[in-house]
């Protein structure tokens, strides 16, 4: 078996998508919502600005991966986003 357990993408438009899929069924989650330099563990960094690194942390989704999936959950996933219009 494998042991992966995020799978995430990228989207100017996250929290449309997230709305989205949600409303037809699929939960996501946002990891790491917070840019590393912004955490509290590196509060020598807070007030220093990485612009990449703080559009990465609002653009990232994380989409359902896990090992009880079945195909037909996979393709409805798939289906969705490749259907949804920004």
Same mark, same amino acid.
């Given at each position: 078996?494998?042991?992966?357990? *995020?799978?995430?993408?990228? #989207? ?8 989205? =899929?949600?409303?037809? !069924? %699929? ?20 007030? *220093?600005?990485?612009?990449? #690194? ?8 994380? =989409?359902?991966?896990? !090992? %009880? ?18």
């Amino acid at each position: 078996g494998h042991v992966w357990h *995020l799978f995430v993408i990228r #989207t100017s438009n996250r929290n449309k998508l997230q709305k989205y =899929l949600f409303e037809n !069924g %699929v939960q996501t989650i946002i990891h790491y919502p917070i840019p590393p330099h912004k955490q509290e563990g590196y509060a020598e960094f807070n007030k *220093l600005s990485f612009p990449i #690194t703080e559009q990465i942390a609002d653009e990232v989704l994380s =989409l359902p991966l896990s !090992g %009880v999936l079945n195909l037909d959950q996979i393709n409805i996933v798939v289906n969705l986003i490749n259907k949804w219009k920004k």
